[in-house]
């Protein structure tokens, strides 16, 4: 006589998070382009899940700003256009300021000392999805002492939406101009080992705006897929 088990609430919450956490590792590691379709039949045979984690797991992702959901089409990878991604850089350029703004003062020193490590490792890497890695856990380390928890919800789902278009960039930059990265990445430490929030800002608008700027001269970037 053979066991029958009830797949309890629970159950499907765990295998909606194991699969959500596979499919974002999958789209911000380029793996999943932008404007790819992921297909719910192939997802649940892959995890050998019902259909009802694999639909959970997409609106995790949708809430993230990692996928599209459409009627009666399934989920997209999130895709922008340049006017788009101009848009979305421009918001970072106010409220990531601000996010390290209400951050530096609760920032605790060893906390300070790993986003310096951070900044080190991210200088003698030459590998373009370690640096992306690097460069994404530098910044949220920095703002991880803000309490505007709706705020850095913004600031996730915006890095989340722009990431392929960093990798692009990043290539596109290449190992010989890396070094106007490192060079804004020192000022900044420096402004928050010093606990000068207004330079941190500084700096960190005018980070923020250059990549902008270097994306907008690009609209190749933003073009099939």
Known sequence: MSETFEITGADEAVASRRIANSLRHSILDGKLAPGVRIYQEEVAAQFGASRLPVREAFRILESEGLVLLKSNSGAWVSKLDLKECVEIYRIRERIEPLALLESIAGLGDDTIER???????????????????????????????CEMRSLIGMVERFWNTTQQYRRAYTALLGMEKRWIINYEHRLLVDAIKRRDAEEAERVLHGHIRRTRLELEKHKDLFEGG
């Open 115 to 145: 986003i310096e490590q951070l900044s080190i490792e991210i200088e003698n890497n030459s590998d373009i999805d370690t640096f992306l890695k690097l460069d994404r856990q530098f910044h949220l380390l920095t703002y991880q002492a």
